[in-house]
């Protein structure tokens, strides 16, 4: 989504109503050549993970490794899980980091929820309601 948003601003010079995400982190180094605490935290919220989908799952985790954002300025709104895993813990920061890619205005809404409850249904019933207030 942010790098979507990004080149529609910066490539075709299009104008974007509102960049949100939902508890998104531009950089997840935490995991960088630590393939099992990876799978770990996969087991622990998939206990019947077969063996094939966590070698797609850490194939995947490579990718977004070695992904840096690019550089915007435009106003981001980020809900952000209040819950967080200990991995993620152990970074401290307002906006889950999005500030040293964002210059533009950040606004950030705290939910009571965890990364995978974020999305749930009485999770999203907060997300929708602030939505809906920005945009009328």
């Given at each position: ?17 509102m ?21 770990n ?6 206990e ?19 992904y840096?954002p ?18 993620y ?8 980091g999005?500030?040293?890619y ?8 705290t ?21 809906q207030?920005k945009?009328?």
């Amino acid at each position: 989504v942010y790098e979507i948003a990004n080149m529609l601003l910066n490539k075709y010079s299009e104008k974007i109503a509102m960049l949100s995400m939902i508890d998104s982190w531009p950089h997840i180094n935490h995991f960088r050549s630590n393939e099992q605490a990876l799978l770990n935290m996969f087991h622990k919220f998939h206990e019947n993970l077969p063996p094939r989908l966590s070698d797609l799952a850490w194939a995947r985790m490579k990718l977004l490794l070695n992904y840096t954002p690019s550089l915007m300025h435009h106003e981001m709104v980020l809900f952000k899980a209040s819950r967080l895993i200990s991995l993620y813990k152990k970074i401290k920061h307002s906006v889950n980091g999005w500030s040293a890619y964002n210059s533009g205005n950040i606004i950030c809404k705290t939910i009571d929820a965890d990364h995978l409850s974020i999305v749930n249904s009485e999770a999203i019933q907060v997300v929708l309601k602030f939505l809906q207030k920005k945009i009328t």
